[in-house]
């Protein structure tokens, strides 16, 4: 039996804004805590700056906006892709000044935060998704700008939520972000204990972060090949691969030409590399 479930009605469906609508409008919100995650709550407990810009994304009921809110801060947004959780959002928080709630898919989203809040919102997304994850996150954070929350430390028979570990976590924002904490997280809600990190990274705004999209791969194998040769260039710092193969992202010391990337994977005219632009 797994209890987080989030596809009460159907996991056959795409994780789109129907999918989630129909969780809503259903009240099969099987992830949530009822309550914000003690971990969250003990590191909002620790924030100075009243007046930092926060983002919650994948808002869901939002307890960790209340409680931002009880606690004074001013300036908290929090989005989500479902209409009817949105409409009651926005009534919920009716009027009140300090609080943004916003409709929308997350990829889509601009602006620029201090702080974007992670709570059960990445290991909703389908794996595929990682990288634009990590990618989207460098963009909208502000210099010196943090990633916080928690995130799964374990696998589930049936998703979502998507588990992932440790190690895959470290691989992925590696070079991105400064991991500055990362352990397991100590005070879980009692149905999550022993089974998440509590994550602060810090932005990297010495590197680039770039999106690619990437057309032609098929197997592993050839990613793996890929992979190696993007990773072998000198300013090249980590280079990730989507899951279904059609993204990938680099991180490098400075800008590497995309005629630079073509080149590199020209031996294999199937394969066609284009950037993400924002
Ligand atoms: C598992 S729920 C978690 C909700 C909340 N964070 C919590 O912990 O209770 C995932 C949430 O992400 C939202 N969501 C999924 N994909 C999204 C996207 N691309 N952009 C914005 N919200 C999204 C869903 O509507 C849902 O509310």
């Known amino acids: 039996m797994n209890n987080e479930q989030c596809c009460t009605i159907s996991c056959e469906s795409p994780l789109d804004q129907k999918h989630w609508d129909t969780q809503y409008k259903a ?3 099987g992830w949530d805590l009822g309550a914000i995650a003690p971990p969250i709550q ?3 407990d620790s924030l100075v700056n009243k007046e930092s810009r926060i983002l919650i994304p994948g808002c869901g009921n939002t307890y960790e906006a209340e409680y931002l809110l009880e606690k004074g801060f001013t300036n908290i947004t929090v989005i989500d892709i479902a209409p009817t959780l949105v409409a009651m959002l926005q009534q919920k928080f009716a009027d009140n000044p300090n609080i943004k709630i916003v409709l929308g898919d997350f990829f889509e989203h601009q602006g620029e935060y201090d702080l974007i809040i992670e709570q059960t919102f990445f290991c909703a997304l389908p794996p595929f998704l990682r990288q634009k994850y990590v990618w989207k996150m460098h963009q909208l954070l502000a210099d010196g700008g943090i990633l916080s929350g928690l995130l799964f430390n374990r696998t589930f028979e049936v998703s979502p939520p998507f588990g992932g570990s440790q190690n895959e976590y470290e691989m992925l924002f590696k070079e991105a972000f400064v991991f500055t904490k990362l352990e397991m ?7 999550r204990k022993n089974s998440e990190l509590f994550f602060e990274f810090k932005k990297n705004s010495t590197v680039q972060v770039r999106l690619y999209s990437f057309e032609g791969i098929t197997c592993s194998g050839c990613m793996e090949t890929v992979s190696t040769k993007f990773s072998a260039i000198n300013e090249v710092l980590n ?3 989507s899951t279904d193969f059609s993204e990938v992202l680099i991180i490098s010391k400075k800008e590497i030409p995309l005629q630079e990337l073509q080149t590199i994977v020209s031996y294999d005219e199937k394969y066609k590399i284009l950037q993400i632009e924002s």
Request: cysteine-free; proline content about 6%.
């Open 239 to 241: 280079v990730s691969m």
């Open 42 to 44: 003990n590191y909002i």
């Open 185 to 191: 997280a100590k005070n879980s809600a009692e149905p």
């Open 27 to 29: 009240q099969a919100t």
